[in-house]
């Protein structure tokens, strides 16, 4: 009789496409492996993008991302759900839908601009951001200029960190983590649910190959998650493999290179 094999969590990403495999989906994929977790994808658009920026985007249906969702939840399951790039208001009103009918807890990266300043997310959406996905996120996270785009709040240190979390925990998520990775100084992270607060700090690596820190720090808060990690312990770990992702991001072509997804295995 042939053994049976151990299912591993299951974690699903519905967000874009990166054609050079540094950010959304690829990125979400290559985490989830490197965590010991399943990956599953729902796909949202699809992206022309390099090391130089993004030179085009074509948002799927919403009748396709609906279609894929339910077919890998209602068979395969979650353990955890990450969501990215969404694009317009119809598919974050129908994402924000899908999650709200599942039981698992839900990271949202709400993504408006790629590494390079290129939109990602259309203006008329931010409203449905604020009003249907935030309040079904477990955890919301938010870099510095998502802060902005969200709240108007723009954050130029630690102070400015508290103010942000507290007006996008009034939009319904349970935690938040803001991003401060563009202050000067120490990077650091304000992790907080409006009652516990957990400031996490790293050292700065001097390397601009960056590309895919937010979608790969999303990604492992929720294979952390999945794991059966609380909050804290789910987003502890998830900085501290981003943190050496980012030591280890490389050049590739002739702009911002990715981290290094496969940083803790590899040998060459």
């Not at 939109?119 to 870099?143: G, I, Q, Y």
Request: net charge negative; with cysteine; glycine share 12%.
């Amino acid at each position: 009789m042939p053994l049976t094999a151990a299912v591993p969590a299951r974690v699903l990403t519905v967000a874009g496409s990166d054609s050079g495999g540094g950010a959304g989906i690829q990125a979400d994929l290559k985490t989830m492996l490197a965590l010991g977790v399943h990956g599953m994808s729902v796909l949202t658009a699809v992206t022309a993008q390099n090391s130089l920026g993004v030179q085009g985007a074509w948002e799927l249906p919403v009748e396709a991302v609906r279609a894929q969702y339910r077919s890998v939840v209602d068979d395969i399951g979650v353990r955890a759900v990450k969501t990215g790039m969404l694009s317009s208001a119809a598919l974050v009103e129908t994402v924000a839908e899908l999650l709200a009918d599942t039981d698992a807890p839900v990271v949202v990266d709400p993504v408006g601009v790629s590494k390079h300043g290129d939109p990602l997310l259309a203006a008329e959406a931010l409203d449905s951001v604020r009003t249907k996905l935030l309040p079904v996120a477990t955890v919301a996270t938010p870099n510095l200029d998502e802060v902005a785009q969200l709240t108007g709040v723009h954050v130029t240190d630690e102070t400015g960190m508290r103010q942000a979390a507290t007006e996008v925990l009034g939009f319904g998520p349970r935690w938040v983590v803001i991003k401060g990775g563009h202050l000067s100084g120490e990077p650091v992270d304000l992790l907080t649910d409006g009652a516990q607060e957990h400031w996490l700090r790293a050292p700065r690596h001097d390397n601009r190959h960056t590309h895919g820190t937010g979608c790969t720090l999303a990604s492992a808060i929720a294979c952390g998650l999945a794991l059966g990690q609380d909050v804290p312990a789910a987003v502890r770990g998830a900085k501290a493999y981003v943190t050496g992702a980012i030591a280890a991001g490389f050049p590739l072509g002739a702009g911002i290179g990715p981290v290094d997804h496969a940083w803790r295995t590899r040998t060459v």
